[in-house]
């Protein structure tokens, strides 16, 4: 595995360096040698926080994490990983996809630990989506309680998402064909 470690508000000692790639080496044997992990620490407001992001197969696997001390954050982040793989193996499964990212024995090896993880979508709704500026879809969401609101932008026909970020300001998710 390729580790980019970046920081930012932060050195990146030796020390913490090798925190990471030992925690987050503990992957290894779900993905292959060429794998890049991007890994980004920060300190923002006394809180130590770090970012992982691993490209594989068109999807991104990502956590964030936050705590009082960065060995927690990072602990945290590699538990949550692990987990979000553990889905992505059943889905790789179901799929029957060969997924080159992935060591093959962690897509053969057993899969009972992973159905327990099985999505399972519950509910499906269906609405009408009429076109509007991006501000009135926060305003719109904001009406609703809500905290993401699905609509066609006046601007690009397309559908777009807006949603509220932790620190109270929008985003918006505009979609990118591949």
């Known amino acids: 595995m390729n580790f980019i470690i970046s920081g930012r508000n932060i050195d990146i000692t030796p020390g913490l360096r090798q925190a990471v790639e030992q925690k987050l ?3 290894e044997k779900y993905f292959t040698p060429e794998t890049d992990i991007i890994v980004t620490l920060s300190v ?3 809180r130590q926080k770090i970012e992982v992001t691993i490209p594989v197969k068109g999807n991104i696997i990502r956590s964030e994490q936050e705590s009082s001390d960065m060995y ?3 602990d945290l982040v ?3 990983i692990e987990r979000q793989l553990r ?3 059943t889905k790789l499964i179901a799929k029957q996809q060969g997924g080159h990212d ?3 024995e962690f897509i053969e090896s057993d899969t009972s630990a992973a159905e327990s993880d ?3 979508i519950v509910r499906t709704k269906r609405f009408g989506i009429k076109p509007m500026f991006p501000e009135d879809a926060c ?3 904001e009406l609703l309680g809500h905290n993401f609101y699905v609509f066609s932008n006046a601007e690009t026909d397309e559908v777009n998402v807006v949603y509220k970020r932790k620190n109270g300001t929008y985003g918006l998710i505009e979609p990118e064909f591949q």
């Open 25 to 27: 080496g503990k992957l």
């Open 78 to 80: 590699e538990e949550i």
């Open 72 to 74: 927690v954050s990072i």
């Open 139 to 141: 305003i719109q969401m």
């Open 102 to 104: 992935f060591r093959q």
């Open 44 to 46: 923002e407001k006394g």
């Open 118 to 120: 099985e999505i399972e």
């Open 87 to 89: 889905k992505y193996k």
